[in-house]
């Protein structure tokens, strides 16, 4: 017990102690700063259609839940269930527009992530015989549209993501 002495600091450290000069406790050294200059609004509109994503599944798993707690759905447990776990889901998008408005370059691959989810389920409501069908149409464009807007280049270096071979430069 040296009480504190000649201890290492530690890499997260509140005091902000372990950092290279010139880098605070809230910018590690691993994530570089976000590009300098007004948002790009493909990066806009890529935050705003994740959001509404987000959205859509948490008003699906809040009318799931309220359905199996106060309706007459055929199995309740599988209703509440259902309903929990769509408002779960609904944090992934919800989480990556908010990266994306910041500028953070990890919010893409969330981002990147729910489109992809998102097929799926556009395709599946797309081979209903129901009302259904339109939904799947409207979900299918808003998946596809904001895959091209998060993989344009622009939106690629408003959040300072660099390419293949490019890590060290």
């Known amino acids: 017990m040296d009480g504190g002495r000649g201890r290492e600091p530690r890499h997260g450290d509140a005091r902000g ?18 590009p300098a200059g007004p948002r790009p609004r493909r990066l806009t509109y890529a935050a705003g259609l994740a959001a509404l994503e987000g959205l859509a599944l948490l008003v699906g798993g809040v009318w799931m839940l309220v359905l199996g707690l106060t309706g007459q759905p055929d199995d309740r447990q599988q209703a509440v269930t259902g309903g929990v776990t769509l408002a779960v889901l609904a944090l992934l998008p919800l989480l990556a527009a908010r990266g994306l408005l910041g500028r953070r ?48 280049p622009e939106t690629t270096r408003a959040l300072g993501i660099r390419g293949p071979g490019n890590a060290g430069k």
């Open 17 to 34: 102690e372990g950092y290279p000069s010139g880098v605070s406790s809230e910018q590690t050294p691993s994530t570089p700063p976000a």
């Open 105 to 152: 370059g990890w919010s893409r691959g969330p981002a990147v992530i729910t489109q992809l989810l998102a097929l799926p389920v556009a395709y599946n409501l797309l081979q209903s015989d129901s009302v259904a069908i339109p939904a799947g149409i409207v979900l299918a464009v808003v998946a596809v549209t904001a895959l091209v807007l998060l993989l344009n």
